[in-house]
């Protein structure tokens, strides 16, 4: 029998069994180019390694948490049954069809391009067609978000959207809009190469392209991630939500600064001109605002938290919480990996710093830090406090959930900071062989070792997690009770109209990418003899 | 998750949001556009439209302030793409036979030199053309070829290049372990293996397949990519790299390709 919860769970556990692979393939990477490791000759293997390890971890792995956990938020926050349910396990089928056939390429060595594509590489069709199936099928959620939300708005006149709904939905919107730069470049650009019909291909343009999908897809994996800090966290650790109000205004803020910001990745990139990429930067520089309107408003939700457990004084309140909560642990721990990764991100948003660190190792230590910490470990939280209510039974290990969380956080600091540190030193990112007998290499030859280990505590982490979630899946029935999301501590009487729909929020993020990409993309398409030869993966005979 | 009420104010949100935005781009445009590139003194920028088209990323015809620098001789104007000249028919084939007897005398009756010339049997398509193409123009000097080549058409270059390509290839079966140069490359000096390119590792189009070639003729190749005497390469990508290499790289690049046959 096929219902939601069902439905749900194939995305997690898909979502989470293709984790824990990837993650196994991160880890062989970091030690295959280490000190620790003969080198394995041909860096061929390295590259399918990475390319499947990103593709898994970026586009597979978020995309179908947040769809997961999308449809869970709406029949628990809607408090009524998913309208499409038909339309979602489309979805999930085209997600997973799409994953595999992206991957076999990948693993055949025919698509050995990185999830980044970098054309004018050009792989196997199917990686590439497998890409754009897992796009459609996240489309799909987009629409059932909206057909959801639309329709709880004419069945409640005048009521205001739920605010884990409205929250949700500014997710899929951003991303629905986001995507569409990555499917213009593998539609119009690369999938005609790598069909035949054409052997040239505009590398500046396919980058401008990326750059559309490139930053905001980052906010697309964040947002399930601000959703738990806004909706799970306060309620977990016996708090109030500080203000509905503020969460609302800082997710429609991701929809109207998170898209015109992408060229900050193209800054050595001479097709983009001065002028656009210093506009970018200044959008990408208020990102920091929805950031700090929600680490101000979760600090003090948690504030809340610490004095209603009898915290007093300017610093008791943090002594008074509840640091054995599973919830409580991660978002310290989250929030920790995120002030670090956004200090860092600072330099990589600067055009001049950006410099500095361009294409080194400390662009991958940067995205690490901020995602696989920061953000997954807040997935893991996701999964925790949704599971008993998806399988119906207890999670009741929660020794092994904090000693999962600890070693997520420490594996991902040892992880990057070296990571960060060896590329301050110049090693470059990207290259599978780095001959550390060289004396100019020796002396990072220590510091990629401990990424090793972190990388090491991390795969000891992942097996945690899915063992934990098994054990849930596993463990004898137990009602799990009525879901509930966070509550504010003063409830507002209204809600500005304008923070229950996305009308005006839309409209703005539709016309930011419009002044800050029309013009490069049409200047780049207006220039001759911009297209190269493609360069077709793989050796020949 | 209690019921709130939605407020009917709509006025003020509409126009504090669309302000805000619209003022933050005009002035982040000013600065970016106008202010930045006006403070660039080495930027030779005539007026406040052409700073802004500067800035704009526009590519204006500088010629008057900036000459482009030509080479004083022939570069290669062959432009290569992938699969150019795959799926050759069985007449351009044997066009290309009959043709290619006044190369034997070099290169072999079936494509395989017993005087240290290149061995060109199951060479690849787009290679030989390119090659043809750059002693046509002078982009590539042999004595020798400079008399072979003025005669030929584009199409009896591509019929030349179909037959050599389906010719069988000497053996490659591999004498001993591949060199580091040609396995990993020297990253340090930006040299990238041999492999990359060259097949093994992967094939970039217009790479010549080096397996079984005569090793004198590709150790004098890579010298003479060192010192500049051949300069056919597109980019310079082949002299950029051999300048980088050791006299014993250039040894050892050259006894494993050639020692394959």
Redesign the interface.
Known sequence: MFNSRHMILAHLWFAFASFGVALLLGEWQMFTRSPLSAWISNPEWYYRSVTAHGTTMAYVLPTLVAMGFGYFVTEKSLMRPLIGLHWAWLGFALVAIGTVTAIVPVALGLATVLYTFYPPLVGNAFYYIGVVLIVVGSWIWVALMSVNMARWKQDNPGAAVPFPMFATVAGSYLWGWTAVGAAIELLFQIIPVALGLRSTIDAGLTRVFFSWTLHAIVYFWLIPTYIAYYTIVPRAIGGRLFSDQMGRIAFVLFLVVAMPIGVHHLYEDPEVGSGFKFMHTVFTGLVTVPTLLTVFTICASVEIAGRLRGGKGAFGWLTALPWRNPTMLAVAFSFVMLGFGGAGGLINMSYQLDTTIHNTQWVTGHFHLIYGGAIVIMYFVIAYDIWPHLTGRALDCVGLIRWQLWLWFVGMIVLTFPWHYVGILGMPRRMAFYDYANPALAGDAASVVMSVIGGAILVVSGVLFLTVLLRGQTAPRAEPGLYRFSVPARPPRTVPVALNGFGLWLSLMVGLTIVNYAFPIVNILMTPGAAVPAVMVGTRR | ??????????IG??TA??GT?VT??IV??I???VW??SLQTDAELHGIWDT?C??????QNRAAHAPVVQADYPTTRV??????LEGASAESIGRGATLALRCTMCHGARGLSEANSPNLAGE?PETIYKELMDFKTGARVSAVMAVMVPSLSDQDMRDLAAYYAYLPRPSDAAVGEPPPIV???A??RGIA?CG?CH???????GAAWLEGEPEPYLRAQLDDFASGARHNDIDGQMRNIVRRMTPQEIEAASRFYGGRS
Do not use: N, Y
Request: net charge negative.
């Open positions: 998750m209690m019921q709130e009420r939605v407020a009917s104010s709509r949100w509409f949001a669309i935005t933050i781009a982040a445009a600065v970016g556009f930045l590139p802004i500067s800035a704009a990323g526009l590519i432009e290569l793409a992938p699969q150019m690849f396995e990993s490359g990253p340090l293996p990359a097949g093994e590792i992967g094939h970039k189009t």
